[in-house]
C-alpha cells in the first residue's frame, strides 16, 4: 500500500508540474492567430487536477488503479501534451501547416470559444470521476480486480465451442481475408467501430468474439498444462501477439488497449511474474505503434525520413488523435454550416447507424461526420474524419456541449464495477477491455466508442452470458 501511495502521489505532483510549466510555455511562446488563451487549458487543468489528486484520488481507497491511471492520463494527454504540440507545430511543422492537417483554420474568436468549452470539459469530467468514486465506494462496489480467488474462465463451454465453431465457418465463407495477416494492409483504421454495412458489421461480430475466445481459451490451457512458469508466460504473450496482429488492422488504440487487457488476464494467471515482462511490453508497444504510423502515413513520409521527423509527425498529430481545440473549433463551424440538416434524425442515424443488421435501415447520409467532412474537405466522398466527442455535444446540444462527455466518464465507471462483481474472467477481460476506449473517449469521436459498445462489447457481452447461463447435460 504504500509503495503504491508513493507511486500515486509521484504521478499526481509530476502531472501538476508538467500543466504548469505547458501553461507558462504556452502564454510565453505562442505566436499562432487564434490560440492567444491556449494556455488557460493546461492551467484550467493543472487547478481542477491538483484539487481531484489531493482531496479525491490520494484519500480514496478505489482499489482499480488500472481505471484511475487510464483516465488521468487520457486528460494528461488531451489537456497537457496536445496545447504543447500545438506550440511545436510552429517551430516543427512536419504535419501539415503549423495549425494542422485537414481543412480550414478557424477564426479566432471560434477557436477561443472551443479552447474555453474543453476548460468546461476538464471541470465536468474530473466532478464525474469524483462522484463516481465517492458512489462506488459508499456502495461497497469496490472489490479488488487483481484478486484472483474463483474466478473461473468458461465455466460452460458448449455453447462457445458451438458459437466459435459457427463464426469460423461463416468468415471462411463470406470473408476469409479477415482471419489472415493480409488484413493488416487491406483494412481501414476505424473499421472495427465505424461500419456501416450489416453484412461487414456482422463479420466484425464474430470475428472479435471468436479471436477472444480462442486468445482466452488458449491462455487457459497453456496455464494448466504447462509446467514452466517462464514458458507459460512467454507462450501466453506469442498468442495474445498473434491475437492483436489479426485483430488491430491499421489502429494504434487496437494494439495498446488489447495489450493491457490482454496482460490484465496474465496477471490474474501469474501475478506479480508478469511486470518482470513489462519493459519488454513497452518496447513492444512503442515498436508497433511506430510502425503502424509509418505504414499508414507513407504518403507524408518519404523513404529516406528519419525517426526525428516521424516523432515530429506524430505529435504533430496530436490535435487529430486527442481531440484538440482546432477540431473542436472546426466541428462548432461545421454545425453553423449545417445547423439545419443537423436534428433528432441525425442523433438517431448516429446511435444505430453501426448496429449490425438494422444499420442499413437508418439514413447514412444524414450523419454527424459525414457533414464534418464535407466541412474539411468540401467533398461527400471523404468520410475519413471523425467529429470529436465535445464537438459532437455541441452540435446536438450546443448550450450544454459537455453532455457527452459526462455520459462517457461516468459508463466507465459503470463497467468496472460490472468487471470486478463478475467471477468469469471472459467477462472481466472484456470489461476490461472496454474500460481502456472508454477511458480514452474524451480524446475519440462518440461514433469510434459507441461503435465499439454495440459490436464488440454487448454482442461480446450477450455470447458469454448466454454461454454462461445455457448447460447442455451429457447422457
Known amino acids: 500500500m504504500n509503495n503504491q501511495l508513493t507511486l500515486d502521489k509521484f504521478i499526481v505532483i509530476t502531472f501538476q508540474c508538467v500543466s504548469l510549466l505547458v501553461s507558462l510555455i504556452c502564454g510565453y511562446y505562442n505566436l499562432l492567430d487564434g ?17 481531484f489528486g489531493y482531496a479525491v ?5 478505489y482499489t482499480n488503479r488500472l481505471l484511475l491511471y487510464l483516465v488521468n492520463i487520457a486528460c494528461f494527454l488531451k489537456y497537457v501534451i496536445t ?14 501547416s503549423s495549425y494542422g492537417m485537414w481543412g480550414p483554420t478557424p477564426v479566432p474568436s471560434v477557436m477561443t470559444k472551443a479552447i474555453f468549452m474543453e476548460c468546461g470539459e476538464v471541470f465536468f469530467v474530473y466532478i464525474t470521476y469524483a462522484f463516481c468514486m465517492k458512489k462506488e465506494r459508499r456502495k461497497q462496489f469496490n472489490g479488488a480486480l487483481q484478486n484472483a480467488q474463483g474466478i473461473q474462465l468458461f465455466q460452460n463451454r458448449v455453447i462457445i465451442y458451438l458459437f466459435c465453431a459457427v463464426s469460423f465457418v461463416y468468415i471462411l465463407m463470406v470473408s476469409p481475408d479477415t482471419l489472415s495477416l493480409k488484413s493488416l494492409i487491406s483494412v481501414s483504421e476505424m473499421s472495427s467501430s465505424s461500419e456501416t454495412s450489416s453484412h461487414p458489421g456482422i463479420t466484425i461480430v464474430f470475428k472479435q468474439i471468436l479471436l477472444i475466445s480462442l486468445m482466452l481459451l488458449m491462455m487457459n490451457w497453456i496455464y494448466k498444462r504447462i509446467k514452466n512458469e517462464t514458458a507459460k508466460i512467454s507462450i501466453s504473450y506469442i498468442i495474445l501477439a498473434l491475437y492483436i496482429s489479426l485483430n488491430m488492422s491499421y489502429s494504434r488504440w487496437d494494439l495498446l488497449f488489447a495489450l493491457i487487457a490482454g496482460s490484465y488476464v496474465l496477471y490474474v494467471y501469474y501475478g506479480k511474474a508478469v511486470l518482470k515482462y513489462s519493459m519488454a511490453l513497452g518496447c513492444i508497444a512503442v515498436v508497433g505503434v511506430f510502425a503502424i504510423s509509418r505504414v499508414k502515413f507513407r504518403y507524408a513520409l518519404d523513404a529516406s525520413s528519419t525517426t526525428k521527423a516521424l516523432i515530429s509527425m506524430l505529435f504533430g498529430q496530436m490535435q487529430d488523435y486527442f481531440s484538440g481545440p482546432r477540431l473542436v473549433a472546426q466541428s462548432i463551424e461545421a454545425r453553423r454550416m449545417f ?24 439514413d447514412q447520409k444524414n450523419r454527424i461526420n459525414r457533414y464534418f467532412c464535407y466541412y474539411n474537405f468540401n467533398r461527400w466522398d471523404n468520410t475519413t474524419l471523425l467529429m470529436p466527442l465535445l464537438g459532437e455535444g455541441y452540435c446536438y446540444l450546443p448550450f450544454f456541449p459537455w453532455f457527452l462527455s459526462i455520459f462517457y466518464s461516468a459508463l466507465v465507471f459503470k463497467i468496472d464495477r460490472m468487471a470486478k462483481q463478475s467471477k468469469c474472467l471472459e467477462m472481466r477481460y472484456l470489461c476490461i477491455l472496454e474500460e481502456c476506449w472508454l477511458a480514452f473517449a474524451l480524446c475519440l469521436n462518440s461514433q469510434t466508442s459507441w461503435g465499439h459498445i454495440i459490436q464488440v462489447f454487448i454482442m ?9 447461463k445455457v448447460t447442455i447435460k451429457r447422457h
Open 460 to 468: 461480446t457481452w450477450v455470447v458469454f452470458w448466454i454461454n454462461s
Open 83 to 96: 496545447p504543447l504540440s500545438m506550440m511545436s507545430q510552429e517551430y516543427f511543422s512536419v504535419w501539415g
Open 57 to 61: 484520488w490520494l484519500k480514496d481507497t
Open 35 to 51: 490560440y492567444d488563451w491556449l494556455w488557460c487549458l493546461p492551467l484550467t487543468y493543472f487547478i481542477i487536477f491538483t484539487i
Open 339 to 362: 445547423k439545419n440538416e443537423i436534428g433528432m434524425g441525425t442523433i438517431i442515424n448516429d446511435l444505430f447507424g453501426n448496429v449490425p443488421l438494422i444499420s442499413e435501415l437508418f
